[in-house]
Structures are given as C-alpha cells and as structure tokens.
C-alpha cells in the first residue's frame, strides 16, 4: 500500500499518511490490531477523527481532513507533544495488500499494462 510517512527532524516517525481509496474501515482496523502495542481501536463518528486507538499506552487517531479527503492521517492524538515512533504501525500498512490492489495487480500482470 502507498504511504506518506511524516518525520520528525531526528529521523523518527510522527505519522502517516494511507490513500484512502485502497483501505476501507474493516482493513484500517485489521491492520491496527494486528500491530504489536496497538490496543482499543474503535470507530469514530461524526468528526474527522475516523477512528482512536492507543499505541504503547498513547492516545493515536486515523483523521481524515475535512471528513472528506483522500487520505487518511495515522498518527498520536497530540502530534505536537508525543515522542511516539509509529515506525511499526507504518510498516504494517506498506505490507498490507487489500483486495483492490490485488485486483489491480492482477489486471496489469494480466494485460501487461
């Protein structure tokens, strides 16, 4: 899957950014739970903050900007103070292959396009 990390100026990850045309909610929330540390993930309505969980005991948000974006915003809750490195929930979305892109390989392995 397509990432856009987003790094400190140390090098650590603070956050990232997925395409949200290629994950829908019952693969974001797959993905998380299946992250070492990742615990009480739960859906979010009627805000911009998709979902919440926490990670290593820290407060982390999926966001999505406008409530209408593209992509979607995995990160702490409050970006400006954490020290999290979310390296290893990055890492879980760049191996996940969800259905649509399966198909889309398949297709241009198929056509060779």
Not at 33 to 51: C, H, I, L, P, T
Not at 80 to 103: C, M, Y
Request: glycine content about 6%.
């Amino acid at each position: 899957m397509k990432t856009y990390p987003i790094s400190r100026p140390d090098g650590t990850l603070l956050a990232f950014e997925v395409t949200s045309t290629w994950v829908t909610y019952r693969s974001l929330f797959r993905i998380l739970r299946a992250v070492e540390g990742v615990k009480s993930v739960r859906r979010k309505w009627f805000n911009e903050d998709r979902a919440e969980f926490l990670y290593l005991g820290e407060p982390c948000v999926v966001w999505e900007a406008w409530g209408d974006s593209n992509r979607y915003w995995i990160g702490p809750k409050e970006a400006e103070t954490s020290k999290l490195d979310v390296a290893p929930i990055h890492l879980a979305f760049q191996r996940h292959n969800g259905l649509w892109v399966r198909l889309w390989l398949a297709f241009h392995a198929k056509t060779g396009a």
